[in-house]
């Protein structure tokens, strides 16, 4: 699939502007931004939900607005809230997806069968889509986006609202669905990107401002700093003779945050015992997503800032 | 073939609902009421009506009025069937369901209007019925019969398209239940308002414009094709109307 220069607006308020991207066969997206960045407008254009004001969104080769229904046939969607007739039982709900879907008659029982397994809704199958909990209903929501084998499942925010353990379950359904097809998953909740996805896309105020692959954010995510404790106030002068330290910060009752160029811990852990500072800790820092999430989506803003003032 | 899918489950959904059931029932005994009333004045009548000649039958004297009636009852109850078809999709957020999925708007319309239509189609034959026994035991004018039966089917199903596109409009179904409904009385007032002007194009123009008018024609057994046309344009239209506004939805406004 290919987007190229997706923009929507809303009156005045460019909800999505100039995005492009693509998402190879068998590749979990991750699509992040804060809240109001333009996630679920993209997604609702991708699927059909909505007319992109311009741009072209290409799916299989097949142009989504030149021909959608062969491109909606390609594409499973679960919107923020999963489109549930909550009068019907699980079973009709999906023999109603399922036809609608234009799988053929033979087929259906078959494809019906494969997406109650895959969520795991063999128990709940028989009942009523509305006495199901928060966290099956989703299940239900997904099982509908993959019942005719779609080769992109998009996902929006699918584990909004699950408790700990739902949502550790509907993260492993997520990577199974990478195995065979290509997935695009929206969210704010970063840590679920780093578990599920292989590529991270980060949008903010409706542009895309990253988009590289999980290692080379963990790697833009190594350490920096290292955190030390010790029993007896170290000397400072010691320290900073240590190798590649390159400064100090004293966070209070002997602990101490040690940046660095390169990981000086095994020197420290030297000086410390022969110094005899009773060295209780030595870890390294990371930083988190959270940090790197707000680094780019700030410094972002205040570039747009510092562009404005010159114009 | 989508059509008939969406189409069957808006009407699946409508008999789990305790609304249509409800509505099933009430207007049922309300059709019944007036069957046994009319039925009993035919019976008080009949020894006037043996010195006759060429005397009104049991299905002019108890069908046709039984099925005007039932015009104006379907007037009140179907703004509440409709009024959920697309607004109450919408805001159950199930509407992306449809949106997504590889059917077109057309179809999507067309199933809803067939679903609702399917039900109404139910009342229309549960209402039939009644007259209908009287076959048993008495002789019916069944091209009479048959000929007003299908006028208020046609009549129908132009409320029906009329409540689709106001729900089309909306996201809120009593919202859409309150429009329908207004403009099918609107329609209704037409009619007698068309008696009280003095101007003669002008009275003959809300005249036509009035369903019932056109219906009645039909209740009388004169089966016209131009009001017949007259309810496939009305119900058409609004059809149309409303495959247009759920493509809007999509469109930059």
Redesign the interface.
């Known amino acids: 699939m290919s987007i190229e220069h997706l923009t929507?607006?809303?009156?005045n308020l460019k909800a999505v502007e100039a995005v492009n991207f693509d998402l190879r066969r068998g590749e979990v997206l991750g699509f992040l931004g804060p809240n109001g960045a333009g996630k679920s407008t993209t997604m609702?254009m991708i699927?059909?939900?909505?007319?992109p004001?311009a741009g072209k969104i290409i799916i299989n080769g097949i142009d989504l607005l030149d021909q959608?229904?062969?491109a909606?046939?390609e594409?499973g969607?679960l919107?923020?809230?999963p489109?549930?007739?909550?009068?019907?039982s699980v079973e009709?709900y999906l023999i109603?997806?399922a036809?609608?879907?234009?799988i053929r008659r033979a087929n259906q029982a078959a494809a019906i069968n494969r997406a109650i397994d895959r969520c795991g809704l063999g128990e709940v199958k028989s009942r009523l889509i509305s006495n199901l909990s928060k966290g099956y209903q989703q299940r239900v929501g997904i099982a509908?986006a993959i019942i005719h084998n779609p080769s992109i499942v998009i996902l929006d925010e699918p584990t909004v609202g699950l408790d700990p353990i739902q949502i550790r379950e509907i993260r492993k359904l997520i990577r199974e669905l990478g195995k065979e097809h290509s997935v695009i998953l929206s969210t704010h909740i970063l840590p679920e990107v780093q578990m599920t996805c292989d590529r991270v896309q980060i949008i903010n105020k409706g542009q895309l401002v990253f988009s590289d692959s999980i290692e080379c954010l963990n790697q833009s995510m190594q350490a920096t700093s290292l955190i030390a404790q010790f029993e007896t106030a170290p000397s400072m002068d010691a320290l900073k003779a240590i190798n590649n330290v390159e400064s100090i910060e004293d966070l209070g009752n002997n602990r101490l945050r040690i940046h660095y160029t390169e990981s000086p811990a095994k020197q420290i852990a030297i000086t410390a015992v022969n110094a005899n500072w009773g060295l209780t800790e030595l870890s390294p820092e990371q930083k988190s997503l959270e940090q790197i999430f707000v680094e780019i989506t700030s410094s972002e803003s205040t570039l747009e800032q510092s562009i404005k003032d010159v114009a | 073939m989508?059509t008939l899918?969406?189409a069957s489950?808006e009407l699946?959904?409508l008999f789990?609902?305790p609304l249509a059931w409800s509505i099933l029932g009430v207007v049922q005994f309300i059709f019944a009421y007036i069957f046994l009333a009319q039925l009993n004045t035919f019976i008080q009548v009949q020894p006037q009506l043996a010195t006759m000649e060429n005397a009104p039958g049991a299905t002019e004297f108890i069908a046709t009025p039984l099925f005007a009636t039932s015009a104006i009852i379907f007037m009140l109850v179907i703004p509440l069937i409709t009024m959920r078809v697309i607004a109450g999709e919408r805001a159950?957020?199930?509407?992306?369901?449809?949106?997504?999925?590889?059917?077109?708007m057309t179809e999507i319309i067309m199933g809803k209007f067939f679903g609702v239509l399917g039900f109404l189609i139910c009342m229309a034959v549960m209402l039939a019925i009644m007259p209908l026994s009287l076959g048993f035991t008495g002789s019916l004018d069944y091209g009479l019969f048959f000929s007003a039966w299908l006028g208020l089917i046609l009549l129908v199903a132009s409320f029906a398209a009329i409540g689709v596109y106001m729900s089309s409009l909306t996201t809120q179904p009593t919202v859409a239940a309150i429009s329908t409904f207004g403009i099918l009385l609107m329609l209704w007032i037409l009619d007698w308002s068309s008696n009280k002007v003095a101007d003669v194009n002008a009275s003959g123009a809300l005249e036509y414009l009035s369903m019932l008018r056109h219906f009645e024609a039909m209740a009388k057994g004169l089966f016209s094709s131009a009001d017949f046309m007259y309810f496939i344009i009305v119900s058409s239209t609004f059809l149309v109307l409303s495959v247009r506004r759920l493509d809007g939805d999509?469109?930059?406004?």
Do not use: D, W
């Open positions: 929507r607006h809303y009156g609702q699927t059909g939900n909505l007319a004001t959608p229904k062969m909606k046939a594409i969607y919107p923020e809230q489109p549930l007739y909550v009068e019907l009709e109603f997806c036809k609608i879907n234009g509908q | 989508n899918t969406i489950r699946r959904s789990l609902s159950n957020r199930s509407l992306s369901l449809l949106l997504s999925a590889p059917v077109s999509r469109l930059q406004r």
